[in-house]
């Protein structure tokens, strides 16, 4: 299988690349500057404008998948994003259009915990964060996109992983359900993994999908 890595270079989108190659994907990495960090006869670096519907269609032409790592740019919560306030939604719509109708192609959507409905359910703390500093602008471009891709025909899945550490050989992520809280972890390896166990699964496919550790 060929799958294509939006957000390639980004902290779970490099650790995706890595672990599909471990696991014998052909893979390509989509992005908007090269990269050098990875070598392979598996791999290969497919480099443009990734809110180009015709790059994209194009760069993901004989990939099955596709797993969206996309995020903003910022330093902290707090700080400014150095990325466009709608560059995920931009992104999502991109690709839904360089996919079409083709119904057999998974995407894989790498969100956040919190978005949309479940931001009712965050903690009054968190829910002022959000409100008062720029990582809300992410949470609200979140939101826009995984209504892009539900609205799609293309099979999708969306993760929506909770507070993210670099713990290395953390516990698997599993399906919390409702069962998470504004300041639940999970290390992004264990994301990465998950994000790529969802190519194999049909149980998950159109559905969305809130992960972490077991408690």
Known sequence: ?????????????????????????????????????????HFECRVGDVTDARFLAEATRDCGSVISCIGQRRTSPIAKSSSPPTIL?????????????????RVIYTSAFGVGDDLKRHAVIFKAVLRVFTIGEAYRDHDAAERLLEASQV?????????????????PAVDLGTDWSSFSTV????????????????????RTVTIGKRR
């Open 89 to 105: 939604s931009s992104v999502m719509r991109a690709l839904i259009d360089a996919i079409g109708s083709d119904d057999s192609r």
């Open 187 to 206: 290390s992004r390896e264990a994301v990465a993994r998950y994000l790529l166990d969802c190519l194999t699964r049909n149980d998950v496919v159109r």
């Open 1 to 41: 299988m060929k799958i294509a890595v939006l957000g390639a270079t980004g902290q779970i989108g490099s650790l995706v690349v890595a672990e599909a190659l471990t696991r014998g994907f052909d893979t390509v990495a989509v992005t908007r500057s090269p990269t050098r960090s990875m070598v392979g006869d």
């Open 155 to 171: 099979r999708w899945t969306i993760v929506r992983p909770v507070g993210l550490t670099d713990q290395k050989g953390g516990e």
